[in-house]
């Protein structure tokens, strides 16, 4: 195992493709792809899920990326104590819907938190896809909305990917009024 293979892998996860994996590390796919491969047997796991829509990771693979971000982490401590290398940001990825709400809180947690330590991403998504940036691991965190007519199938789904649902706060249903646009009307 070569370290460069773990950060392989993460932006493989990250994207989703090993051909946009691979130009965003600016190698080659088929390089890129036997990286994978001698990791993967060396380790004697399947790390990842091969279709036409792309890469998902597998059980396996998650719990792997879980291990090797512990020790990419360990390596950048390495680096800023006795290197003079770059220093590897932490990632924090948030995928939603478009609320209005979580754009206010991502920038306030990136203003407060600043750009120095971490790579930020939002990813404004629909519901499913939310739930699956946050089981294959490509966000951290997921906000979604509940309410009376699709709690039932939305906690069935939560719970199918073995994710946990913390409620954030309760709103109220609310309208939204604008000014007349005299651009809209007919």
């Known amino acids: 195992m070569r370290i460069q293979q773990l950060e392989y892998l993460e932006k493989i996860a990250a994207t989703g493709s090993i051909n946009e994996a691979a130009k965003q590390l600016y190698i080659s796919q088929p390089s890129l792809s036997q990286a994978m491969k001698e ?22 693979g998650r719990e792997f990326i879980n ?19 770059n220093v590897r940001k932490r990632v924090f990825s948030v995928s939603a819907q478009h609320y209005a ?4 809180a991502f920038v306030d947690l990136v203003r407060e938190i600043g750009g120095d330590a971490y790579q930020f991403t939002l990813r404004e998504t629909q519901t499913e896809n939310v739930l699956d940036d946050i ?4 966000s951290e965190l997921g906000v979604i909305y509940l ?6 199938v939305m906690r069935r789904l939560i ?17 939204f009024v604008g000014r007349d646009n005299p651009l809209t009307r007919k």
């Open 39 to 60: 990791l993967e047997k060396e380790f004697n796991v399947q790390l990842f899920y091969r279709s036409r829509g792309g890469i998902t990771l597998t059980d396996a």
């Open 67 to 85: 291990y090797s971000r512990g020790v990419l982490d360990q390596v950048s401590l390495l680096e800023e104590h006795f290197g003079q290398g």
């Open 101 to 104: 709400f979580v754009v206010h």
């Open 135 to 138: 089981a294959s691991l490509k």
């Open 147 to 152: 309410n009376g007519f699709n709690q039932t």
């Open 159 to 175: 719970a199918e990917k073995d994710l946990e649902f913390t409620p954030l706060f309760e709103a109220k249903p609310h309208v």
